[in-house]
């Protein structure tokens, strides 16, 4: 029982990682604009997210090392240092939506204006991170986030022509009406949601937390291959639900309310409280994983004890950057900022930080002087080095695209 | 932090604000030809607006949703009809032609969003809007009727 619940780090890393706030939105939206036509950045997203979790997982179990204690030591310190600033700006984004999206999904139940919500949703983020034990917050939530299950019934009981959606899916276009910088900029979007920096270093550090050693490479390995299909399937339950529900009355979808539309038309009252349930978790999840990532970067980079195995007063550095980091959240969505408006620009910023911290991991998980024999196949090498040109193309074009297409307008 | 430190951290936020500024503003409509699409964007956008209270009356109706859900996205989808309207008639049209353009899209999509705002209403007093479908569904004709004719 205790090996079948150790998949939970991974089903929380891709609850927090592929349906956070902004990527339950993007993923509607493109739905409800693009149809299917988007799906295969999906399927694309998890094969290159599989590839880099498994590799910085096995690289944490065989090292028992942090991330960026690693990069810092293989490649300088100047190098480290601007992969940390660059990964701990889009983490920081990121953490700002997500708290901001827990209150978001509060007021959906309470209507409760998010504002007034939004600093309760802080303290609880920040206690949870303080108080509960790493297995058992990634249980509760993990598991909590599971609700958003309710999107592929959904979908199941829309009864679209899945002939035609195979169809659309595997024969992509751009559809009439929606110019092609536009299609690849949700494109680039989409695969940056896919492969955020943040889960990476939740799941290695997660690794680390959870005392993972060479016995548990079939752990890291069974994780990274349920999980992340799993957030890439709810990714495409969402979409799927969007294209059948908003696109044929041309419905942009801007809003968690809207998300939740297509379930509570489907499956009623019930459908509803399960797929709030589901927001819920899946925002504090992605909330707890920004939130404890931004310690981890910050405190392996500059070496000081990190993560919730040790108690606090051992590592007070790490609590102090996690706590600030939830501070400032707060204050930056008291200003009234956009929650999913800020997530989605973190969703492009990532894709144009990716290379820093897919290149560091890709070295280190060569490197026998680390890794002993474990050290990447010549099938995971190449997958890889083709993931490496995807991601760089992404990120130069991330920004030039943004631009041209006013974030999608 | 020495001066060359400063310098970086400077131009980091100098391209970093006016980067989100690019892609966040609306910029003026020089021809008539821009302004005429913007007023069919601003249909548009408000049409998805109509479309979503639609879809949340018709659920409400079938399924008794709480109120709490509903009020909220009503609303929600009032205020961003309510934005797309202000933002068009920031716009100063460039010509006498589009003064009729901007008064027909005004006059159309105003006439939404008070819609919106009676449904938004109705569901803060516990009460789903059922009685508005008909009223909503010609709105949005008219808003798709609007979108296409304005860019002709």
Request: no cysteine.
């Given at each position: 029982m205790r090996k079948y619940l150790e998949v939970t780090l991974g089903v929380l890393t891709a609850i927090g990682g592929f349906v956070d706030i902004g990527d339950l939105v993007a993923n509607a939206e493109v739905g409800a604009r693009f149809r299917w036509n988007l799906a295969w950045v999906v399927v694309v997203g998890v094969v290159g997210i599989v590839l880099f979790a498994e590799m910085s997982g096995r690289v944490a179990t065989l090292t028992e090392r942090g991330t960026f204690d690693l990069v810092r030591e293989r490649l300088g310190p100047r190098f480290a240092l601007g992969n940390l600033l660059a990964s701990f700006f889009v983490t920081f984004l990121t953490l700002v939506a997500e708290v901001a999206g827990i209150a978001l999904a509060l007021e959906l139940a309470t209507s409760v204006n998010h504002l007034l919500l939004l600093p309760t949703c802080g303290v609880l983020v920040w206690i949870v991170i303080w108080k509960v034990k790493f297995d058992s917050m990634e249980r509760v939530f993990g598991l909590l986030g599971l609700a958003l299950v309710v999107f592929a019934v959904a979908a199941w009981r829309l009864g679209p022509d899945w002939s035609a959606v195979l169809h659309q899916a595997t024969h992509p276009g751009v559809p009439d009406g929606e110019g092609t910088p536009t299609y690849w900029y949700y494109a680039i979007a989409l695969f940056g949601a896919a492969m955020t920096p943040y889960e990476v270093f939740f799941f290695s550090s997660g690794a680390v937390e959870e005392g993972?050693?060479?016995?548990?490479l079939m752990v890291n390995r069974a994780n990274v291959l349920v999980g992340f299909p799993l957030g890439g399937a709810l990714s495409l339950a969402i979409m799927t639900c969007a294209a059948v529900v908003f696109a044929p009355r041309g419905i942009t979808v801007d809003h968690l309310s809207q998300v939740a539309l297509p379930v509570a038309a489907t499956l009623g009252r019930l459908g509803l409280v399960v797929v709030l349930i589901g927001f819920f978790a899946a925002t504090f999840g992605a909330a707890l994983e920004t939130g404890l990532s931004s310690g981890y970067t910050v405190a392996q980079y500059f070496g000081w004890p990190w993560g919730?195995?040790?108690r606090p007063v051992d590592a007070a550095r790490f609590h102090a950057v996690i706590l600030v980091a939830i501070l400032l959240a707060v204050a930056v969505g008291l200003t009234t900022v956009d929650p999913i408006k800020v997530t989605e620009y973190s969703i492009v910023f990532s894709a144009v930080a990716l290379p820093l911290t897919y290149f560091p991991i890709l070295v280190v998980a060569n490197d026998p002087q680390y890794m002993g024999d474990r050290v990447n196949s010549r099938l995971t090498n190449a997958l890889a080095s083709v993931y490496l040109v995807v991601i760089v193309v992404a990120a130069t074009a991330a920004i030039p695209l943004m631009i041209a297409t006013k974030a999608g307008m | 932090m020495n001066v060359r430190c400063a310098a970086r951290r400077l131009v980091a936020a100098t391209l970093l604000g006016p980067l989100v500024i690019l892609v966040s503003c609306s910029g003026p409509a020089r021809t008539d030809a821009s302004f005429s699409s913007k007023a069919a964007s601003t249909a548009d956008q408000a049409r998805s607006s109509v479309e979503t209270v639609v879809v949340l009356v018709e659920s409400a109706d079938r399924h008794h949703l709480p109120e709490p859900y509903l009020s909220t996205a009503i609303a929600e989808a009032e205020d961003d009809a309510g934005a797309a309207l202000t933002g068009f008639e920031s716009v100063q049209p460039p010509s006498s032609r589009s003064d009729l353009v901007r008064s027909r899209t005004s006059e159309v999509v105003g006439d939404a969003v008070d819609l919106l705002a009676q449904a938004r209403i109705s569901a803060r007093r516990?009460?789903?809007?059922?009685?508005?479908l008909p009223e909503l569904r010609r709105a949005s004709v008219r808003l798709d009727s609007l979108a296409a004719n304005v860019e002709r």
């Open positions: 993972w050693d060479r016995t548990d919730k195995r040790y | 516990g009460h789903a809007p059922v009685e508005l």
